[in-house]
């Protein structure tokens, strides 16, 4: 999409409803006061592309509870659309993804990598089957990358591959209530679980509709997110991300995202031979696992580093790639990290610093749904 968002502005002027606190002194009984308009809107940056993503319309906690209970909207301006039309676009995904995609119908949407000849990672996509094409939402800064890769890999087939994400925005609506939303424009299509590890539907706009679409979830009462509260629920959720948690250097059995996009029971594949031998004769060098963290507001940042042994020397053997504190932990950190295979066993304790002070962590697996198929 080009930057900034068409919704930037929406956003900026979004305002919402704080209770006017007077002097406790001069009150009785229950909290009494007006309510006051304000804009709390905040951004931040999605990469060193120029993408601005909005990180909060205001209060955290109420954008949080809205996944978790209600419904809300992110503006996903950092993702893209690749379209893939012709009548060899099924077997062209099939051919270059580790999914499987055959005996999907119209409608479905699921998850997947597209892989290289080396079995590393290009891109993670969701796949959106329409009637006449395939939707691919990806992170922006793949694009690039799995446009050339697609073109590099169509043979005989007839399909065209396009670039879309000039030309459309993607809105996610996500919470529990999502499902019952009413969409007036736009295309809706199901989002798959595994992403995000929350409930929620996408809708596809052509740039002329976002403004109108957003507004109207507005109307209905949906609550606009940003990139905090939804990073600090998948995070606790253990969805993790590319880009973020793993990149184009890892394999995809390093993700802990197997069950989720890899399917054993289909024919060739592009770096089927890497993924199929490290499911059968071994561990990959390095997986991703959850971390847990006793000590209560003891979070360690993105970057840091873990060790074996509490004296944090020697050569580090993983690194935290996401962090939060999570309210369905009371309060604890939920953490990611990427760990060499020797201590990703369940219990296997780490140690890290937090400021000057060294903690003591404590593996668990990431858990991942077996492959998921969503049906609009």
């Known amino acids: 999409m080009a930057f900034p968002s068409p919704l ?3 956003l900026e002027s979004y305002q919402i409803s704080l209770p006017e606190v007077g002097d406790g002194a001069e009150r009785s009984g229950a909290a009494e006061g007006s309510h006051q308009e304000a804009m709390l809107a905040e951004f931040l940056p999605w990469g060193e592309t120029g993408c601005i993503v909005l990180a909060t319309a205001g209060i955290v906690e109420l954008e949080y509870a809205s996944i978790q209970k209600g419904s809300c909207v992110f503006d996903a301006c950092c993702r893209g659309a690749i379209e893939i039309t012709g009548e060899d676009r099924v077997e062209f995904i099939n051919r ?20 290289d000849r080396k079995g590393k990672i290009v891109g993670d996509v969701i796949v959106h089957i329409q009637e006449h094409r395939l939707m691919l939402d990806v992170d922006i800064h793949a694009i690039e990358d799995l446009l050339r890769h697609f073109d590099e890999y169509i043979v005989m087939e007839e399909v065209t591959v396009t670039d879309c994400t000039q030309t459309t925005h993607w809105l996610w609506c996500l919470g529990p209530d999502a499902a019952d939303l009413t969409i007036t424009c736009g295309q809706q299509m199901s989002l798959p679980v595994g992403f995000l590890g929350v409930q929620g539907k996408s809708i596809l706009l052509d740039s002329e509709d976002i403004v109108t679409c957003w507004q109207s979830l507005i109307e209905q009462g949906v609550r606009p997110v940003g990139w905090y509260a939804l990073n600090m629920s998948r995070v606790e959720q253990g969805a993790a991300m590319f880009l973020i948690d793993f990149d184009q250097s890892n394999l995809p059995h390093e993700t802990s995202l197997i069950a989720s996009r890899v399917r054993f029971d ?16 071994g561990k990959p060098k390095q ?11 003891a979070l360690p940042i993105a970057g840091s580093q873990l060790w074996i042994d509490e ?8 690194v935290v790639t996401s962090s939060t504190l999570s309210p369905l932990r009371s309060g604890k950190s939920a953490v990611i990290a990427m760990v ?37």
């Open 8 to 10: 930037q502005e929406a």
């Open 96 to 115: 270059i993804s580790t999914q499987q995609f055959e005996n999907l119908s119209v409608g479905d949407s699921t998850l997947a990598f597209v892989a």
């Open 266 to 281: 289909k024919g060739c594949y592009l770096g089927q031979e890497i993924v199929a031998r490290m499911e059968s004769l």
């Open 287 to 297: 997986k991703l696992v959850q971390l847990h963290i006793d000590d209560d507001d």
């Open 311 to 318: 004296t944090c020397s020697g050569t580090p053997i993983g």
């Open 340 to 376: 060499s295979k020797k201590c990703f066993a369940d219990d296997t304790e780490l140690y890290v610093y937090i400021g000057s002070d060294v903690y003591k962590v404590v593996v668990k697996s990431l858990t991942d749904a077996p492959t998921e198929v969503s049906h609009e």
